[in-house]
């Protein structure tokens, strides 16, 4: 097989559902049960960082991030890092991988610290290995790492079309709208807790697919609402969107809320942050802003630039609320490949 | 007609819903779209007393509560009160009604107090009617001024059947085990608030049925879920039965989120309760208590006698929890009359 020797340094960030993927028809390639669709934030607020050497001179695969040395071993870590292996093999080659990693913002913490780092990965990756992959593919390639990471892997509105296909092929996403077609549109992040989740996503939903009475409903329900959602942002009509967004944050947390045994991510503070939006949209008219959770209790409020001092000021008076943070993230332009900068430390690259 | 003059005084107390009614197949009937389950409270803990006079000297239907005279001309408190009309019907009289009314506990708190309320007032007016019902009719009536009353009109436990005909005739309650069954299990109520509901049930209820996706879900689930409660409870399996309750009090109020817009009754001090509540039961390797809340913040912890110490100690450690006051409540035997007590101030029944 060929020798090679690549390096390639690349950013992405995460990104926030619109609405939400919440549960897997296939757990091994990471096809999901419904279709989601998210904003990809900006790497100014947020992004993660990944080097990459893709080199026949290393003799094991090894991941650094935030200067820690993932465990290889570990099974998770192997599912999470499984780009390295697809992409090798793509490559023809034999080369082992040395990455390092990291963060802008604390990982674990509901900010999706995973899609930005699967994203970054793929991205450098391809670089490194000289693969000339195209979005759609790497998309594919992202998604069997972390499911959300796909939509990381274009900027501005991204749908991760389900597809229906077994091994996966038709499941991969799609720009639908660039970052400047609705620039205006922010999401303004309330950092209201950094420890880490009691229950990962991905024993979360597993819990759900295989309890829960509502799920079947879910996925029609979920289809029908990004259609809505993408129409109401074709149009601009940010009353419409606001809704949306709110209704399928609301749904997918009642999806975990009737799990059993129950899953919540919602605390103190995200209740108070979405009773302090419902009474602004009230006392406005109209929607201005929609709250959405992830899974963690962080509040991401989506709405424009021009309301972001009103809301902040608003979520500053909230009686109680312990707000660690606050971050306002416009829309990104998806990966990026950086020259001249690369995290690897060069000692690390002489055999031990 | 006939003319008549009589008198009674009757107590009922509120349930506690283990299965929960949650949305109408008939607003005007009040039939409901499940079947539920409930346990009727002790009158020692929460009970309403009702006194009525049903005489021909009265010129119109009056009705008191907590020292406060209702507006007839609300269409609301009509529909509340329709078991004064049917029952006058039933009387074959024409004679109208002083009803004066007293909650030992804060009405509009989700305690349930439209409940007792309605169960108190059709069993004096069975009485002062003379009419001789028997628990099952009454149960009907009741159910026509607010649907879980009709599950205070028994002691115990008390299934209400959803019935499948238009004219309500097979939608009536019925006891599934006497108070004595399994007399252990008593209801550890936490009130944090006394705030009157955001949303009135009624109108929630609506809203659920009209937009939630996951409602059509919610029938069949709760009828299997009701089955399996009962099949707990007569093994007196409170490991399974604490699991349902909490399972189902989870189910609705994911129905509640899911709704659009939502509808949110839990608040802060309830997931703090609902954390503390599966901590314990971890703690204890299998559930010694389970938590629901019907259509408001405060938690009803569904346990046996023996364990009460231990979880009000429990409860009186969380931190940052604001319980305003611990009831404790056995099972009840359902409504009785009181015999030479009245509510009524004679001068009331003087013409104006």
Sequence with gaps: ?????????????????????????????????????????????????????????????????????????????????????????????????????????????????????????????????GLDLKPKELSMIARQGSGSACRSMMGGIVSWRKGSRNDGSDSYAVQEFSEKYWGEVIDLIAITSHEKKKIPSRAGMKQTVETNPFFTQRKTSAEKRLREVREAYRQKDLDALASLIMADSNEMHALMLSTVPSIRYLDSSSLKIMDAI?????????????????????????????????????LADIKGLEALEFKSSAQGSGPKLLTGVSLINEERLAPA
Tied chains: 1, 2.
């Design 278 to 314: 419902e009474e602004l949209n009230a006392s406005e008219g109209g929607n201005i802003a929609g709250y959405t959770f992830d899974a963690g209790p962080n509040a991401h409020i989506i709405t424009l630039k021009k309301y972001e001092r009103k809301i902040s000021s608003m």
């Design 1 to 129: 097989m060929a020798s090679i020797e690549g390096r390639a340094t690349a950013e992405a960030s995460p990104n926030i559902a619109f609405i939400k993927y919440w549960g897997k028809r296939d757990e091994k390639l990471i096809l999901p049960q419904n279709s989601s669709l998210s904003m990809t934030l900006s790497s100014t607020t947020l992004k993660t960082t990944t080097s990459v050497v893709a080199s026949n001179k290393i003799n094991e695969d090894t991941f650094y991030i935030n200067g820690k040395k993932l465990e290889m071993s570990d099974p998770e870590v192997r599912e999470r890092l499984k780009a390295i292996g697809i992409m090798r093999e793509l490559s023809g080659t034999t080369a082992r991988v040395l990455a390092v990693s990291s963060n802008n913002f604390p990982s674990s913490s509901g900010l999706a610290s995973s899609a930005s780092g699967t994203a970054a990965l793929v991205y450098a990756l391809n670089a490194a290995f």
